[in-house]
């Protein structure tokens, strides 16, 4: 149990990096060179950007903190329908194989979802160091 667990916490870490760094990238790129990379609009990009900030902090800090983990599973299966959007758009446009890269990622994201809801789920409370 106590392996899952640091696993979990690994994929969560590197997801809410990669997360992270996508969302932000999507506001520090002009939006009209994000039109040209995908066939929907900037400010719709720019909405999935918002999303995926936020769902970056969500794989962290509520489990981190204690206070309310179970928005944990539940931002990470907002960003496996992300996810699933992305893989969907990039197969259309005809890169297959470029597909296979956001498909990991929500793999990896519904991982978190079924670790933390049936593996092992974190109880809302004390911050594990305020245990004695």
């Not at 609009?41 to 999303?51: D, E, P, T, V, W």
């Not at 204690?66 to 197969?91: E, H, K």
């Amino acid at each position: 149990m106590a392996k899952t667990n640091r696993l979990l916490w690994v994929i969560q870490a590197l997801l809410a990096a990669l997360f992270l760094f996508a969302g932000v990238m999507k506001f520090v790129i002009p939006a009209g060179e994000l039109a040209k990379q995908a066939p929907v609009s900037g400010a719709f990009l720019r909405f999935i950007g918002s999303c995926e900030i936020l769902g970056a902090f969500g794989l962290i800090l509520p489990s981190a903190l204690r206070i309310r983990p179970g928005l944990t599973p539940l931002a990470a299966a907002g960003l496996v329908i992300i996810m699933a959007g992305a893989t969907t758009l990039t197969a259309l446009q005809g890169k297959v194989a470029a597909a296979l890269f956001p498909l990991v990622v929500g793999l990896l994201a519904a991982f978190v979802v079924y670790g933390r809801t049936r593996l092992v789920s974190l109880p809302a409370g004390h911050v594990a160091s305020d245990r004695k």
